[in-house]
């Protein structure tokens, strides 16, 4: 028996809307939740059209499945993801083609799936739990009929075929998920080997994958109860599939500044670099968790992979700036620089919240011009909350020539049992790192 999809109402309005021109097909997204039981499907988005330069790319063959740009499809699928909050992912994909393509769809749609789950994960930096579901969902719809045939393919297993899945409509899916919100202070310091833009890609991203550990390995308290086991999120209340309230829990994430071993020493390390980037700010946290029966831990993993990935994208922005720039060859300009902050608004079907991230010298006019081109919907300015990041910073600059070296020291860890002690947010651990050459400060929203 194959996995099965329930799906929420809007989407097949949204499906059924969507019409392949002749000789032509549409593909888009399927985002949602997962869970080892079943999953969840609450939004729908075409793959938006492509703006070339100049004349239009030529035909690469005979049917129009041919000509579906994958480099497109999975960019997309990146931006999409990027502006989904924690508990929600990316589960797979749709295609609408005239009845005359549909024996061959399901070869598009393997070809597909594989990219775009490559080129998702290819950045991640939390590590896959043993629930985590690893079959990702296709769904072909002809233009004609309306017909659909729902299959899927398991993305660990590069020869894997397609396998049968159910795919059933309810209203509602989503309206009372309980919505998980934190806010969290972040202070990393990174250093940076090298002056070019490939070093500090390099460099950033190990920082970061040594502190996306720290913050799995965090303890995290949701509604004010430690969330480890298989406990129930919600405890004492019935489910009724008529009820439309959504709870909202607070969580709060704490790192220890100790070692899980005591009796475990480290060695000193001595790094050359250049230069240190310093992230800091607080940053504020959403996650979404389905009403069956959720576990306890399940949660506290959605709200805490979604603090690593707000953090991790706004990184990745910079980085991505920083290529483009042409004076990034030239290194890291000493300084601070803000990062953009994190706005929310309501996902155009579902009654959930999608996010955004905006730039200082940008309104929520580019953030709705953004939603309309990567979520296919219409979202009025007024509606795009921009209170929960502010976007204050201080412009300064530090550079001291005398020394060449940055040195990060991890001290013995002696056989005595002390109190550990616990910071809400992120803490560096055991580490002091001296300033070298220059250090830029990347302000997330404080």
Known sequence: MGRSYFVDEAVEEYLGGLQAAPGSCVTGLLAGQSSPQRDFVVLAVQTPHRENEGQPKSSKGVSPLDDIDVEWVTEHAKQVSRMLPGGLCILGLFLVTPPELSKDAQNTFKRLIFAV???????RL????EDDVTDRVTLHICSKTKKTVCKTFDVKDPKSSAKPADWKYQTGVSSSWPMLTCSVKVDLQIPVTGSSSD????????????WAKQIEAAYCLINGRQALDDSELITGQKKNPKTTHRPTLPARIFVSDEQAELDKRSSALVQVCSSSMRVRGVVHCRAYIHNNKPKARHAAQAIKRDVINTVCSRVEMFLEDLLMNEESQKGLCSGQQALPRRVFAPMPIAGLSVCDYMFPDESTADVAERLKEMLDCETPEEDIDTSLESNQWITDSHSDDSSKHVTSVQAENPKIQKAPQYYAGVAIAAAIALLATATSLLYLSE
């Open 117 to 123: 789950d490559k080129y998702i994960t290819k950045g």
């Open 199 to 210: 070093n500090t890609d390099k460099s950033m991203k190990d920082g970061l994958k040594r």
């Open 126 to 129: 939390w590590e896959l739990s």
